[in-house]
């Protein structure tokens, strides 16, 4: 560790973490582009340059956890999530925004993203060989559990009511199934429009149930009173106070974000459902920031295990990585601990430089990015609906996708009129995908004998475990009314 350390406090190692947090927080601010094309990009430029490979990875990593942060601004202040992960955030993060506490939801984000970044990044030094093994023990089958218990809880995030809850689940499970049958190939609900084959983009899907929708509600009332806009941070009482929260979404981020194809999104939404329970369902607050914020720092944390160690990539930025690693001759994989230890201890190194400088660089910067709420609203909003435009049609270069963008806009603002949440919408969606593979595979490998869903204690464990998360939301709803 100490020389893991001091490599990574080499004047260029320190230079080029500093530089990957600071693009990383830009990049995550616009939504459409993220931190897998950043990355994309800057790969053929740090080869060019003919950085060592620690450098390589330090900058990279740096911008991958540098745009966890960077996206819940836009999250918090606009309601424009640009990725699956920050959906969550945007519940009680924007409605802080809207009591004019925008100022301390940004704070908190940034001290939780710091917590739950270097407290998984202790548990990567200390864990990674331990943690890979484990899993490994998640097949198809257990992974299918896995998205069903991620569901079952989604009644913590419907408002009170299991029913709309399931039916927004639904819905995103509906939009999930658009596009080409991943087995046969068969077309499915394009309704002979071409431009659907590929499915619906999650850019186009997120943008427009939530930026859209949200100028659509701003239209209503056009002359509405401005709102003060607040500078104020978190004080160090309330970050004291959410102490805990961030110790549970750190951990069950860190742990989800060690099964392959889980990554962010699942650790949010558990971490945040977790958190209602533990507070009989009350409203957050900043605890509602400070939970899938950690969670989703120490899940992009744990998602370094198996691609260190197994060479399993567990997230579409990760799978960048990989390739990254193989472009300049570095295998990773069981024996990447014992043949690269250097690199290795570089990377915990510079992951913990890297979050104290993320830290350090945006929890000043907070009162600049809340001058963004200064601006009018009949200037603010047509930019919001600009940006959207030009981040979903630089996803496909397809004007299709702006009229879809569009019409989910206007889809989002029916459903929140009727009190429908949106969140769950969009873990359906993106658990969709997930499901229908794992539970496909499973099929093949059993014949399609449904007996292999309940093949293993760890999947039975899980299915008794989402079950009672399920009848206990249907309990409190009933003891409720």
């Known amino acids: ?264 999104t699942v650790a949010s939404f558990a971490s945040y459902a977790a958190e209602k329970r533990f507070n009989n369902n009350q409203p957050l607050g900043l605890k509602g920031v400070a939970a899938p914020e950690a969670a989703n720092n120490a899940a992009s944390t744990g998602a370094m295990i198996p691609l260190l160690t197994l060479g399993v990539p567990g997230s579409g930025t990760t799978a960048v990585l990989l390739g990254a690693l193989l472009a300049i001759g570095i295998q990773p994989g069981p024996l990447f601990l014992t043949r690269h230890p250097d690199l290795f201890w570089a990377l915990v190194g510079s992951m913990i430089v890297g979050n104290v400088v993320l830290l350090a660089l945006n929890l000043p910067l907070v009162n600049v990015f809340i001058r963004i709420l200064s601006v009018p609203r009949w200037f603010l909003h047509p930019v919001i609906v600009v940006l959207s435009v030009v981040a979903v049609y630089s996803v496909n270069r397809s004007t299709f996708d702006i009229g879809l963008m569009a019409l989910l806009g206007i889809v989002g603002y029916a459903l929140r009129k009727s009190g429908f949440p949106l969140a769950p919408v969009v873990l359906g969606f993106v658990l969709g995908g997930l499901m229908e593979k794992s539970l496909r595979r499973a099929m093949a490998i059993s014949g399609g004998g449904w007996e292999i869903l309940f093949s293993s204690r760890l999947a039975v464990a899980i299915w008794v475990f989402a079950v009672l998360c399920l009848f206990a939301s249907l309990w409190r709803r009933s003891d409720r009314t």
């Open 1 to 264: 560790m100490a020389e893991g350390l001091a490599l990574a406090l080499q004047p260029l190692n320190l230079a080029l973490a500093a530089f990957g947090a600071f693009v990383g927080t830009l990049v995550g601010m616009l939504p459409g582009i993220g931190p897998i094309n950043a990355i994309a990009i800057l790969i053929p430029l740090a080869l060019a340059l003919d950085l060592p490979p620690e450098s390589v990875l330090i900058v990279l990593t740096a911008i991958y956890y540098g745009s966890q942060y960077g996206n819940s601004i836009s999250t918090i202040l606009l309601n424009v999530p640009g990725t699956a992960s920050a959906t969550v955030t945007a519940i009680d993060g924007y409605a802080l925004t809207q009591r004019g506490e925008g100022g301390s939801a940004l704070a908190m984000s940034a001290v939780a993203s710091f917590f739950g970044g270097t407290l998984s990044i202790l548990g990567l030094a200390l864990f990674a060989p331990l943690l890979s093994s484990w899993a490994l023990r998640f097949g198809p089958a257990e992974y299918f559990a896995l998205m069903v218990l991620a569901l079952s809880v989604l009644s913590s995030l419907s408002g009170g009511s299991v029913l709309k809850g399931a039916m927004a689940t639904l819905l995103g499970l509906a939009f999930a199934t658009v596009g080409f049958d991943p087995n046969s190939a068969v077309a499915r609900y394009t309704f002979g429009e071409l431009r659907l084959l590929d499915g619906v983009d999650f850019v186009v899907l997120t943008i427009g149930l939530f930026a859209i929708s949200e100028v659509l509600i701003a239209l209503e009332s056009p002359h509405a009173k401005e709102k003060p806009v607040t500078v104020h941070r978190a004080k160090l009482t309330e970050w004291f106070s959410a102490k805990g929260t961030m110790l549970r979404g750190t951990i069950i981020g860190f742990l989800v974000g060690v099964l392959p194809g889980a990554g962010g």
